[in-house]
């Protein structure tokens, strides 16, 4: 900007943020690094049936800490008709009833360790019981 005094006042460049690489961002590339390759190794080891199994025990493990995440995992087995296309074009159980069942499980975990009832849970427990039935 030039003033009536004909200085010159400039403003100090900011760095790129395309060039800041922090330690988060530098450990999320260490941490990505060696999953991909642990993960390999596990695949080169016992074959395809690990690429199933690692992310289950994950969604297992953050289901329940966080049940929401089983609940929207449900919601997109049912959504995009995951059971049906098990079921009737690859002749497999679909994932369905026992997401379900894993899902009652969680609840009742959480409400004999950490004490936690939902609002109206006896219904939704009765629903949920129903559909792993039927």
Same mark, same amino acid.
Do not use: C, H
């Given at each position: 900007?030039?003033?009536?005094?004909?200085?010159? &006042? /400039?403003?100090?460049?900011?760095? /790129?943020?395309?060039?800041?690489? !922090?330690?988060? *961002?530098?450990?999320? %590339?260490? @941490?990505?690094?060696? +999953? $991909?390759?642990?993960? *390999?190794?596990?695949? $080169?080891?016992?074959?395809? +049936?690990? +690429?199933?199994?690692?992310?289950?025990?994950?969604?297992?493990?953050?289901?329940?800490? &966080?049940?929401?995440? #089983?609940?929207?995992?449900?919601?997109? %087995? @049912?959504?995009?008709?995951?059971?049906?296309?098990?079921?009737?074009?690859? $002749?497999?159980?679909?994932? $369905?009833?026992?997401?379900? #069942?894993?899902?009652?499980?969680?609840?009742?975990?959480?409400?004999?360790?950490? &004490?936690?009832? /939902? %609002? &109206?849970?006896?219904? !939704? *427990?009765?629903?949920?019981?129903?559909?792993? %039935?039927?």
């Amino acid at each position: 900007m030039i003033t009536n005094d004909k200085t010159v &006042n /400039s403003i100090p460049m900011q760095k /790129s943020s395309l060039l800041d690489i !922090n330690k988060a *961002s530098l450990m999320s %590339v260490v @941490i990505a690094s060696v +999953l $991909g390759i642990l993960i *390999s190794i596990a695949v $080169g080891q016992f074959g395809w +049936l690990t +690429l199933v199994t690692i992310p289950a025990l994950a969604m297992a493990f953050s289901t329940v800490s &966080n049940p929401s995440l #089983g609940l929207m995992a449900l919601i997109i %087995v @049912i959504f995009a008709q995951v059971q049906r296309a098990f079921t009737e074009f690859l $002749g497999l159980p679909g994932p $369905g009833q026992p997401l379900v #069942g894993f899902l009652i499980m969680v609840i009742v975990i959480r409400m004999l360790l950490f &004490n936690e009832r /939902s %609002v &109206n849970w006896l219904r !939704n *427990s009765f629903i949920l019981v129903v559909y792993v %039935v039927f």
